[in-house]
């Protein structure tokens, strides 16, 4: 059928890929590198740890890596994060009822062998209604595939995070733009982390991430976390289609003409101090805990960008592996790039202007809707109780 044709081209496509760009790295003697970290002399970056106030340490992440470490990984993760990308067959679980019953039953007594689960425990003892609802627990099983250990965890972490961010006050219930404290209001009216008002051709949420408009002050780093999380709430909640297919990112730090050149960097070490990695790794850490799955991640990278360059070189290195694998670059020529990015289901309309498609992007639009949303939602709660006397 059609669809099995396009699958077995865009893993043929695939594969060429990864063996071009592992012809590209060689030994000292000019023979192809081996596979083994250990005998490739190339070894990957040691696992993130959790970063120091106002670092600055860059973790180098290149191109050797990025093609070593896509022929290392089981052939079946690769096909996996192809299906993602192209958005074939990307979502075959059938969900009947018994299935989704017995699902969360086993998540249940998952959750129940995870240790150091504080903040999960106090939320039972708070709102034990929201902490164990049946959509909010499905909502992460489909960000996990329905791997029940794996989601139990993600839970478990979800609430410990939860309550950093917003405190207990605010953690054990639905997730409000209203909630959000006032220090917040230049990320969220900044436009740097936003959700697009669009699916792609296959049903996935589009999350536009624009460096240029980012409140980059170190002070408000757990503003642009927060407002991360604000954008994935946004697209999952109440979207089961989202929740199915997963998100996708368009992201790139500066496509005006002059990113990139001297006139906006004095010199590479201006550069890489723009570049953030406290903010970048909190950023990650959290995409691995929210109840939502990537899709695929689509950057945009002018070639004369310095701070591209120190973003594909560090910033891939706080993506961890499954996500390296959804990652694509683009730094073609604007009809290059759209032709490319069609390719996984995203056309030219559906990708704003500022990358060179034809949306325009209204910075505020998404941010509108969902306070009109969230005061709804209290206008309806508080009539409620009114209403139970």
């Known amino acids: 059928n059609k669809r099995g044709k396009k699958l077995r081209h865009c893993l043929q496509t695939e594969m060429d890929d990864q063996q071009h760009e592992m012809a590209m790295v060689t030994d000292d003697d000019g023979t192809p590198a081996t596979s083994s970290h250990e005998s490739s002399g190339v070894p990957l970056p040691p696992p993130v740890t959790a970063p120091t106030e106002g670092t600055n ?32 067959d990307d ?5 009947t009822d018994n299935f989704l019953e017995e699902s969360l ?17 106090l939320g039972l003892f708070v709102n034990p209604d929201y902490i164990t609802s049946k959509n ?38 639905p997730l409000s733009i209203l909630d959000f404290p006032s220090q917040d209001e230049v990320a969220l009216r900044c436009g740097g982390l936003a959700l697009l008002n669009t699916r792609d051709q296959v049903g996935r949420a589009v999350f536009f991430c ?15 976390v927060r407002l991360m ?55 990650w850490n959290d995409a691995g ?48 790039n759209m032709a490319r990015l069609e390719e996984y289901g995203l056309t030219s309309d559906m990708v704003p202007t500022e990358l060179g498609g034809g949306m325009i992007f209204d910075k505020s639009l998404w941010i509108r809707s969902r306070v009109e949303r969230d005061m709804l939602l209290l206008t309806m709660e508080q009539q409620a109780k009114i209403a139970g006397g």
Not at 105 to 121: G, N, P, R, S
Not at 218 to 224: A, G, L, N, V
Not at 246 to 269: I, P, R, W
């Open 57 to 88: 340490k860059l973790h180098l992440f290149g191109d050797e890596h990025l093609a070593r470490e896509h022929a290392e990984t089981p052939q079946a993760e690769r096909d996996q994060a192809t299906r993602d990308l192209y958005g074939i």
């Open 91 to 95: 979502y075959v679980i059938d969900e």
């Open 105 to 121: 039953l086993l998540l249940d007594e998952a959750i129940q062998d995870v240790e150091e689960k504080e903040a999960y425990e």
């Open 136 to 173: 909010f627990h499905i909502m992460f099983l489909r960000a996990e595939r329905f791997d029940i250990p794996k989601t139990a965890i993600r839970i478990v972490k979800y609430w410990g995070r939860k309550v950093q961010l917003f405190g207990t006050d605010h953690a054990f219930k």
């Open 210 to 224: 624009y460096r240029k408009y980012w409140d980059h002050r170190p002070e408000s780093r757990e503003s642009m």
């Open 229 to 283: 999380w604000l954008v994935i709430h946004t697209a999952v909640e109440d979207d089961e289609l989202v929740q199915r297919n997963g998100v996708v990112g368009l992201m790139a730090n500066d496509m005006s003409s002059q990113a990139g050149t001297s006139e906006t960097y004095a010199s590479q070490s201006q550069a890489a101090s723009y570049f953030d990695p406290a903010l970048h790794h909190w950023l």
């Open 289 to 336: 805990i929210l109840p939502f799955r990537v899709a695929g991640i689509h950057h945009f990278t002018p070639q004369s960008d310095i701070l591209s360059f120190i973003y594909n070189r560090s910033g891939l290195f706080f993506m961890g592996r499954t996500a390296r694998l959804l990652y694509r670059r683009y730094n073609g020529t604007k009809d290059e």
